[in-house]
């Protein structure tokens, strides 16, 4: 069974910045696409940024410039460096992976998420 687990969230006041982690664990044979998700109360969760195993990103238009996705296969391991934090980023954030498993057969896994606060 493969394991996501997101890490790095927490209280910060407006213009500052967090780290966020997401380890996966188990056993597998490659992590294709790995992204990070939000969901605000009341809100739909949305796609904030996703990296493709070959290091091709992609990013929600409210974080582009502010917002870093980045991953190391080596430590099957993906960061979401986001800086300049407003109110509006103020959500339970979720990381998900494309994993091939040892029988190559593909599968989607979900982390439990990390809440992120931001104060104004």
């Known amino acids: 069974q493969v394991q996501l687990v997101e890490s790095g969230g927490g209280l910060v006041q407006a213009g500052g910045s967090l780290r966020l982690s997401c380890a996966a664990s188990?056993?597998?044979?490659?992590?294709?696409?790995m992204g990070w998700y939000r969901q605000a109360p009341g809100e739909e969760r949305e796609l904030v940024a996703a990296?493709?195993?070959?290091?091709?990103?992609n990013y929600a238009t409210s974080v582009k410039g502010r917002f870093t996705i980045s991953r190391d296969n080596a430590k099957n391991t993906m960061y979401l460096q986001m800086n300049s934090l407003q109110p509006e980023d103020t959500a339970v954030y979720y990381c998900?992976?494309?994993?091939?498993?040892?029988?190559?057969?593909?599968?989607?896994?979900w982390g439990q998420g990390t809440q992120v606060t931001v104060s104004s």
């Open positions: 998900n992976a494309d994993v091939i498993s040892l029988r190559y057969n593909p599968s989607r896994y």
């Open positions: 990296i493709t195993s070959g290091d091709s990103t």
């Open positions: 188990g056993r597998f044979s490659s992590i294709n696409r």
